[in-house]
């Protein structure tokens, strides 16, 4: 699996939550606790919000939140805002050789 | 703070090498592993490699045979080498800590475009 399957897009309204699905294999997601998630805006650098599938670093709102179950990630944002709008990324550990594997991409639109 | 900035030439010529220099601040390259990690224009991140603490280096299997990496320790740089580029290979490139125990990248450079053009 050359990367993991995420939705294009996603949408919601400012104080509404979205869930942003991440679907992988035994080999990657569902074999090991090792998801992470970033968040880009265009043209920056990606931005760490998940990590070990729940856990999120210091600095980061605890409107994010990780979960999983058997092969699919979620992401989480509840309490939208407008600067939530951006393009999110899940990655896992992989056991197939490529020591990662990224997601397509979903861009979350803020209506 | 730790920062990283990525440095290079943003044009290189069909066939021709890629030479790219993350030069890290605020914290020790022998401390860490780091990745390299690109965007081709409009899609998604691809991992390309990493080098540890150590001095070893993995490499995405689709690059090992045109991928060097590299550390200047007393510049506290890790460097990429490419070779044989393509228009395949145009993306904006970033360089990023990795945590080795769970294998996330915390901290990313602000990233360098390189396009691949005669």
């Known amino acids: 699996q050359s990367v993991l399957a995420q939705p294009a897009s996603v949408s919601g309204s400012p104080g509404e939550s979205i869930t942003i699905s991440c679907t992988g294999t035994?080999?990657?997601?569902?074999?090991?606790?090792?998801v992470s998630w970033y968040q880009q805006y265009p043209g920056r650098a990606p931005k760490l919000m998940v990590y070990?599938?729940?856990k999120r670093p210091s600095g980061v709102s605890d409107r994010f939140s990780g979960s999983k179950y058997v092969n699919t990630a979620y992401l989480t944002i509840t309490g939208l805002q407008a600067g939530d709008e951006a393009n999110y990324y899940c990655?896992?550990?992989?056991?197939?050789?490529?020591?990662?594997?990224f997601g397509g991409g979903t861009k979350l639109t803020v209506l | 703070q730790v920062q990283l900035r990525e440095s290079g030439p943003g044009l290189v010529r069909p066939s021709e090498t890629l030479s790219l220099t993350c030069t890290v601040s605020?914290?020790?390259?022998?401390?860490?592993?780091w990745s390299w990690i690109r965007q081709p224009p409009g899609k998604g991140l691809e991992w390309i490699g990493y080098?540890?603490?150590?001095?070893?280096?993995n490499y995405h299997p689709s690059l090992k045979s045109r991928l060097t990496m590299f550390m200047h320790m007393s510049q506290n740089q890790i460097s990429l080498r490419l070779t044989s580029v393509t228009a395949a290979d145009t993306a904006l490139y970033f360089c990023?800590?990795?945590?080795?125990?769970?294998?996330?990248?915390?901290?990313w450079g602000q990233g360098i475009q390189v396009t691949v053009s005669s």
């Open positions: 605020g914290a020790s390259i022998s401390r860490n592993y």
């Open positions: 990655c896992s550990y992989t056991g197939l050789g490529t020591y990662v594997i």
């Open positions: 080098f540890d603490y150590s001095g070893a280096t």
């Open positions: 990023a800590r990795t945590n080795d125990d769970s294998d996330f990248f915390d901290l």
């Open positions: 035994s080999y990657d997601v569902g074999g090991y606790d090792l």
């Open positions: 070990e599938v729940t």
